[in-house]
């Protein structure tokens, strides 16, 4: 879910887990959608991205799920791991070529 | 190496003062942009750049500058009319999207801007 004023949404999960983090988002027009991960102090890193014409896409350890029924995104992390831990924000691009919208982020805290 | 420097990684400004904070990139993308972010906060994009010597208001440009000069460089000027700029500043390149095509930001490392 979204956060409201200056709390973030939080995960916490134990090492070896799975985590799902989630996302609503808000233009049906978008077709573009990124994950990107930040830790703390640092620019926001590339995760992984999918298109409205896919439902689903794998890579490392990380699946991002599409549910445009709902405007839903998921990213699912398997076995997460203490360097897991960061923030997560979804980002769409509303339709447009050049700009993205960010969300306001979950905090995953994995616990060794 | 390819990326996005910026500098300084620190930096403290009086009330009152300009300044600017620097973003270079040698992906050779088309597009830039700066965006703000505030503790707990997603990011609000400033302004962006399409292409040299061109560049768009985003969604809280009031009280920024920028200038686009040249291809790798996107500098942003924090102008004293800006009421509250302490924060984290964000700078991102991007391949220039066409006829459908789609790429991600790549960013930089940031500069934490400090108003004493």
């Known amino acids: 879910g979204e956060s409201v004023g200056l709390h973030l949404p939080t995960l916490s999960v134990q090492e070896g887990d799975n985590s799902i983090i989630n996302c609503a988002y808000s233009n049906s027009a978008s077709d573009y959608f990124i994950w990107y991960k930040q830790e703390s102090g640092k620019g926001p890193q590339f995760i992984i991205d999918?298109?409205?014409?896919?439902d689903k896409r794998q890579g490392q350890r990380v699946t991002v799920l599409l549910n445009k029924t709902v405007k839903h995104l998921s990213l699912q992390i398997a076995a997460t791991q203490p360097g897991d831990s960061a923030v997560y924000f979804c980002a769409e691009d509303g339709g447009s070529n050049y700009k993205l919208t960010f969300g306001k982020g979950t905090l995953l805290t994995v616990n060794p | 190496d390819g990326g996005i420097t910026q500098s300084p990684k620190y930096l403290f400004r009086k009330e009152g003062q300009n300044v600017t904070l620097s973003c270079e990139q040698n992906l050779n993308h088309d597009a830039m942009y700066w965006y703000r972010q505030d503790p707990g906060q997603g990011l609000r994009l400033i302004y962006y750049?399409?292409?040299?010597?061109?560049?768009q208001k985003g969604d809280i440009a009031e009280g920024y500058s920028v200038s686009r000069e040249k291809k790798e460089s996107f500098p942003l000027t924090v102008t004293s009319a800006q009421k509250n700029p302490t924060a984290f500043y964000l700078c991102?390149?991007?391949?220039?999207?066409?006829?459908?095509?789609?790429?991600?930001?790549?960013f930089g490392p940031g500069t934490r801007l400090t108003v004493l």
């Open positions: 750049s399409q292409i040299v010597n061109d560049f």
């Open positions: 991102a390149s991007s391949r220039r999207s066409g006829g459908g095509g789609k790429g991600e930001q790549f």
């Open positions: 999918i298109r409205s014409n896919m």
